[in-house]
Nanobody
Framework: QVQLVESGGGLVQPGGSLRLSCVAS????????MGWYRQAPGKQRELVGT???????KYADSAEGRFTISRDNAKKTMWLEMNSLKPEDTAVYYC?????????????WGQGTQVTVSS
């Protein structure tokens, strides 16, 4: 069983910053790509960005230049540093990981953390 727990969400003013964390736990042998997704009210879940186990990152156009994803493989932890936040960044942010367990490789999701950008 794999658990992903996000934290760090909250209310922030436009132009502000937040740092989200995602910690993986359970019977994990290895974690490949991890990613952040978000879902705004009434909209589909969308990709924010991903990071491989080697630290190679890719970002959605909306996140490029403002958001930074990093990870610590030993701690099974991933972060999302968000700067210059805009009201349209308001969403529930989800962590995703492709992990290897006794059952093989599979994708897992966290429960999400709310980010609200408002004055």
């Amino acid at each position: 069983q794999v658990q992903l727990v996000e934290s760090g969400g909250g209310l922030v003013q436009p132009g502000g910053s937040l740092r989200l964390s995602c910690v993986a736990s359970g019977d994990i042998f290895d974690i490949n790509t991890m990613g952040w997704y978000r879902q705004a009210p009434g909209k589909q879940r969308e990709l924010v960005g991903t990071i491989t186990s080697y630290g190679v990152t890719k970002y959605a156009d909306s996140a490029e230049g403002r958001f930074t994803i990093s990870r610590d493989n030993a701690k099974k932890t991933m972060w999302l540093e968000m700067n210059s936040l805009k009201p349209e960044d308001t969403a529930v942010y989800y962590c995703n990981a492709w992990a290897l367990t006794t059952g093989g490789w599979s994708g897992y999701w966290g429960q999400g953390t709310q980010v609200t950008v408002s004055s």
